[in-house]
């Protein structure tokens, strides 16, 4: 199976180009010491980068934490919607598998969540054509703030470092791969953004459009509308 790195959701990048901004990550305050010391092997070697600060869109924080708190369950309900292809997958052992349908599957992982701030790490491969595939890890640190009333901004930053002979050859040709990155991750962001809004704004019409789909549970559904709807968890 191949695998890449990526994290959905959203799936955005920024380089430290001092040593100031290694504060974006805040290494000694992870659960898991084997989480940061994997973090910051691929931020301090990475071979390409790119930042969006721009993501701004209707949302609150309940609904932006119900999305990345159940990704598996995001994905479904973004193909059901038909607002992306991508499809998340939780393995036997808990890690969580990501597949975008062109090319770029992996596993990853959340690895720091402390009020606004959320990082995730991935592994795996991408099918770049007459490269072959093309190995390497990403971290993804998200910072998501309430700028007014149900208006969030979310900061996105991805790192990636590819492994092999193929990393010198990918950061000579940077800008073209962050050209790939950026059109990737536009789609998926501007999907997560209508997605939020849709939630916010009737949370009730979301849920009659996904009650048919068989992918999600009735204990999903549940959930949803003791979330959004305030009703009882009672499963249909």
Do not use: W
Request: net charge negative; glycine share 6%; hydrophobic share 40%.
């Amino acid at each position: 199976m191949k695998r890449f790195c990526c994290v959905p959701l959203i799936f955005l990048l920024y380089a430290p180009m001092c040593l100031g901004e290694n504060l974006l990550i805040p290494f000694t305050a992870f659960p898991d010491l084997n989480d940061a010391q994997k973090v910051k092997r691929v931020v301090d070697s990475y071979t390409f980068h790119r930042q969006f600060n721009d993501n701004k869109f209707k949302s609150s924080p309940k609904v932006f934490d119900y999305l990345l708190d159940r990704m598996p369950l995001t994905s479904v309900i973004m193909r059901h919607l038909e607002l992306e292809e991508y499809e998340i997958a939780v393995r036997d052992d808990g890690m969580m598998i990501y597949d975008d349908k062109h090319g770029m599957t992996g596993t990853f992982e959340p690895v720091y969540h402390e009020g606004n701030k959320r990082i995730f790490y991935g592994d795996g491969l991408f099918d770049a054509g007459i490269l072959g595939d093309v190995r390497g890890e990403s971290v993804v640190v998200m910072d998501c703030t309430e700028e007014e009333p149900e208006v969030l901004r979310n900061k996105v930053t991805v790192y990636i470092r590819v492994h092999g002979l193929l990393g010198p050859l990918c950061k000579a040709a940077s800008p073209i791969l962050n050209g790939l990155v950026s059109r990737k991750s536009g789609a998926l962001l501007q999907a997560s953004a209508q997605l939020s809004e849709q939630l916010t704004e009737d949370p009730a019409g979301v849920l009659e459009r996904i009650r048919t789909c068989a992918a999600i549970t009735p204990e999903q559904l549940a959930d949803f509308r003791s979330v959004f709807l305030g009703l009882p968890q009672e499963t249909e």
